[in-house]
């Protein structure tokens, strides 16, 4: 994954005390739009630069916003700012004015899943902390009513984590583990219940199940 860096002028530094327990979503309210004029906007709203993390265009490019060890300036409800990491999409994913954007782009999607999986893993954040601005501020409809919170909410279920299961082959139980949404059994495992052998060629990079 690529962040890039607008190298961003900020009026201060701000110290760290973003504790990472929830991880927002917003949208721009703009159909076009660039870091740079989110960055603009908020320093002529008093703000200290960009008040998101990150900001992701509809053509799938992450750029990278306030540090994030920053705290944010994307949700002051419920003292979000101070335990959050706020995400902005381009886009306006609601009806408002001549902005209207009804579909999300699949590249500004998948980025936005992208992004935030190894936010979770890195920072043990549950998927059930992955919010919408709305979820705290109930008077705006951010990130859209249009955006597809379910299906995004499905791509990340099982992130991070893995329990032993049991994978009944025949006869024979062996251990497998759950991943997500995938199963993974040992090769080994599962020849030997078939009674097959198993080869490596290390050369070809290569196993072989006879």
Same mark, same amino acid.
């Given at each position: 994954?690529?962040?890039?860096?607008?190298?961003?002028?900020?009026?201060?530094?701000?110290?760290?005390?973003?504790? @990472?327990?929830?991880?927002?979503? &917003? &949208?721009?309210?703009?159909?076009?739009?660039?870091?740079?004029?989110? @960055? #603009?906007? @908020?320093?002529?709203?008093?703000?200290?630069?960009?008040?998101?993390?990150?900001?992701?265009?509809?053509?799938?490019?992450?750029?990278?916003?306030?540090?994030?060890?920053?705290?944010?300036? &994307?949700?002051?409800?419920?003292?979000?700012?101070?335990?959050?990491?706020?995400?902005?999409?381009?886009?306006?994913?609601?009806?408002?004015?001549?902005?209207?954007?009804?579909?999300?782009?699949? /590249?500004?999607?998948?980025? *936005?899943?992208?992004?935030?999986?190894? *936010? *979770?893993? /890195?920072?043990?954040?549950?998927?059930?902390?992955?919010? #919408? @601005?709305?979820?705290?501020?109930?008077?705006? *409809?951010?990130?859209?009513?249009?955006?597809?919170?379910?299906?995004?909410?499905?791509?990340?279920?099982?992130?991070?984590?893995?329990?032993?299961?049991?994978?009944?082959?025949?006869?024979?139980?062996?251990?497998?583990?759950?991943?997500?949404?995938?199963?993974?059994?040992?090769?080994?495992?599962?020849?030997?219940?078939?009674?097959?052998?198993?080869?490596?060629?290390?050369?070809? #990079?290569?196993?072989?199940?006879?």
């Amino acid at each position: 994954m690529n962040i890039l860096d607008p190298k961003l002028k900020f009026k201060t530094v701000l110290k760290n005390n973003n504790t @990472h327990e929830y991880i927002i979503i &917003h &949208h721009a309210l703009a159909s076009k739009c660039t870091v740079d004029d989110i @960055h #603009r906007w @908020h320093l002529e709203r008093g703000f200290i630069g960009i008040g998101y993390h990150f900001f992701i265009s509809k053509n799938g490019f992450i750029y990278k916003g306030r540090d994030i060890n920053w705290q944010g300036g &994307h949700c002051k409800e419920q003292l979000m700012n101070i335990k959050s990491v706020g995400i902005c999409l381009e886009g306006c994913y609601e009806d408002y004015k001549d902005q209207t954007d009804k579909v999300v782009p699949e /590249t500004q999607f998948q980025a *936005l899943a992208e992004l935030v999986k190894p *936010l *979770l893993t /890195t920072y043990k954040i549950p998927v059930e902390r992955v919010k #919408r @601005h709305h979820d705290f501020a109930n008077y705006k *409809l951010c990130p859209g009513n249009y955006f597809p919170w379910d299906r995004f909410i499905e791509t990340l279920k099982g992130v991070g984590s893995m329990e032993d299961i049991k994978v009944i082959i025949g006869k024979k139980v062996v251990k497998g583990k759950l991943i997500g949404n995938r199963t993974y059994v040992p090769v080994t495992e599962i020849v030997d219940a078939f009674n097959r052998t198993v080869r490596w060629e290390a050369d070809e #990079r290569a196993v072989y199940i006879e």
